[in-house]
């Protein structure tokens, strides 16, 4: 089906250890965007990009690192995870930036032990 | 600095009632609104948006919202409450003038049978 995936749905790792969370979409849309889901808080911005090859901070971005090679692929790596990073990520896409509403992924339920 | 409100973490309304959910914002320049609903378990979906033109948005199953410019405010509505109703909404606001947006916190919103 189309539409926005992510990978895992559900993950459990450890202190110190990296993670690569995955994100894919079917719909050729330009921009992707990583948010992380915490109870107080909302939906805060990690990182987005407009395009292959180009990224940009949004209003959490340390400790995380991301790459966007292909269009439909937005992955988010914790290099090394720690325990305020246990959080709900929802990757989205847009088919653009200004005007355009975000289609959102079922979200990764990431738990830092 | 932008900024979204949404001053209730909770709503409470009986099935057939009206409801409101509200939202207020402060952005540079003219806002892009948008309200976008999260079910139990699942990434937020798109409801509505304002860009520009009629001050009153109809969006996704009945929901409706009014822009209102001069109190900064964008309150989702519904006529008559269903118990389907029930889940988060975020209400998010990008500024013509800024490069992200900014999503509330979000409000429950309990539809009572």
């Known amino acids: 089906d189309a539409g926005i995936t992510q990978s895992p749905r559900y993950k459990i790792t450890e202190t110190g250890r990296q993670v690569t969370l995955m994100c894919h979409q079917t719909?050729?849309?330009?921009?992707m965007f990583w948010y992380r889901q915490d109870l107080g808080h909302g939906l805060r911005l990690i990182y987005y990009?407009?395009?292959?090859?180009?990224?940009d901070k949004g209003e959490v971005p340390d400790g995380y690192v991301v790459s966007r090679s292909k269009t439909e692929n937005f992955p988010l790596t914790l290099e090394s995870a720690t325990r305020s990073q246990t959080s709900v990520y929802f990757c989205?896409?847009?088919?653009?930036?200004?005007?355009?509403?975000?289609?959102f992924g079922p979200g990764t339920r990431l738990t830092v032990t | 600095a932008q900024s979204v409100a949404q001053p209730e973490d909770q709503v409470n309304v009986a099935e057939g009632n009206p409801l409101t959910v509200k939202c207020t914002y402060s952005?540079?320049?003219?806002?892009?609104l948008f309200w976008y609903v999260q079910y139990p378990n699942r990434g937020l979906q798109f409801l509505l948006k304002?860009?520009?033109?009629?001050?009153l948005v109809k969006g996704s199953y009945g929901f409706e919202a009014e822009f209102n410019k001069s109190q900064t405010s964008f309150h989702l509505k519904k006529p008559s409450a269903l118990v389907s109703d029930s889940a988060l909404y975020f209400c998010?606001?990008?500024?013509?003038?800024?490069?992200?947006?900014?999503f509330g916190k979000g409000t429950r919103l309990h539809i009572l049978p």
């Open positions: 989205a896409s847009s088919g653009g930036f200004t005007s355009y509403e975000q289609y």
């Open positions: 719909w050729s849309h330009s921009y």
């Open positions: 990009s407009a395009a292959a090859d180009i990224t």
């Open positions: 952005v540079s320049g003219n806002p892009y």
């Open positions: 304002y860009i520009t033109g009629d001050n």
């Open positions: 998010a606001v990008r500024g013509n003038r800024d490069d992200k947006i900014i």
